[in-house]
């Protein structure tokens, strides 16, 4: 009997590749680069099996044009990249991996929150270009963190486990979500506040949101207005819940502090990107799960859906409809 075909987007560790290989025959994308939709398609054709990632188009034309493809497994919590109405319609099931990256993400946005607020890459910068002239007395002010009010918009699990950090810093936690979460409250002390009470009153805003067409640029020129002019802005969800020209205006005009940015509208961002000419923007290409063990837990957990579906057996987290 011939084996079943899995196409994986990515370069993979040998100890991953030997475990499909095992039951399947692979394909492997050598670049460290999305492939592109058309290279997708052609390379999708004749599998069973697509292991991706969140930068793989996975539209309804990749999926129709796949006759044998059960199960598509994404390395990462956020599947927005799929069509998951086009894969219902034939019958593929599709794969992500929620719960491993959520400490490493929280960590992540964390790191983040830290490093615009107190400008430590800006301060970094001074040291390289040979500019530390001597202790000066307001050079590199930044905004305390300790005590401030910390705005989460989007309380599922990255964005309770930001609040639990933020408990150690002693903030005030409010947080808006599509409904009330009401153990998540109990379990950090996070107060659910209207979308513009959190805009208005919080010192670090951070979007753990994903994106939906509900999500869809929710922060846009008007919701910067409404915010402190110190507040630090952070998103470590997706770029499209964001509208990218009002936040690049909104740091230019003073109307915000700094932000600290994982995720951008169009990634990969290249250096000539308007965010980038800024001071205070703190930026990162999209690797708030990047930790070894998570990674390694991402790609794991994922090669098991691949083998799952292609059994078909029920998924450990089949991406929700
Ligand atoms: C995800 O998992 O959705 C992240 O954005 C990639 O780690």
Redo the contacts with the bound molecule.
């Keep these: 009997m011939t084996k079943p075909h899995v196409f994986i987007t990515r370069p993979m560790p040998h100890w991953l590749t030997e475990k499909l290989e095992q039951e399947a025959t692979l394909d492997v994308w050598n670049k460290n680069e999305a492939v592109p939709e058309e290279e997708l398609v052609r390379r999708t054709a004749e599998a069973d099996g697509l292991f991706c990632?969140?930068s793989e188009p996975v539209t309804r034309n990749v999926i129709e044009q796949a006759p044998r493809l059960k199960i598509i497994a994404?390395?990462?919590?956020?599947?927005n990249n799929i069509d998951l109405e086009a894969a219902e319609e034939k019958g593929v099931k599709v794969a992500?991996?929620p719960g491993v990256?959520t400490e490493t993400?929280a960590d992540l946005t964390f790191a983040l929150l830290m490093a615009a607020a107190r400008r430590l890459p800006e301060a970094m910068d001074t040291i390289r270009k040979n500019e530390w002239g001597s202790w000066a007395p307001f050079a590199f002010t930044g905004q305390d963190i300790y005590g401030a009010t910390l705005g989460i918009i989007g309380m599922g699990r990255i964005g309770e486990a930001v609040a639990k950090r933020a408990g150690g810093f002693d903030m005030n936690i409010l947080y808006h979500n599509r409904s009330r979460k009401r153990e998540a409250e109990e379990r950090t002390g996070a107060v659910y506040a209207e979308l513009d009470e959190l805009l208005e009153q919080a010192d670090f805003i951070c979007v753990l949101a994903p994106a939906t067409p509900e999500t869809e640029k929710l922060i846009n020129a008007e919701a910067f207005r409404k915010m402190k002019k110190t507040a630090v802005f952070i998103n470590?969800?997706?770029g499209t819940t964001v509208d990218e020209k009002a936040l690049v205006n909104a740091l230019r005009e003073g109307e915000i502090f700094s932000a600290g940015l994982?995720?951008f509208e169009n990634e990969p961002i290249g250096a000539d990107h308007p965010l980038l000419s800024l001071s205070n923007v703190v930026a990162l290409p999209?690797?708030?799960?990047?930790s070894e063990k998570t990674?390694r837990q991402?790609a794991d957990m994922t090669a098991d859906h691949i083998l799952q579906g292609l059994h078909g057996l029920s998924l450990t987290h089949e991406a929700p409809g």
């Design positions: 990632t969140v994404t390395m990462a919590v956020g599947y992500h991996t990256l993400t470590t969800s997706r994982d995720v999209h690797i708030g799960s990047a990674r991402m």
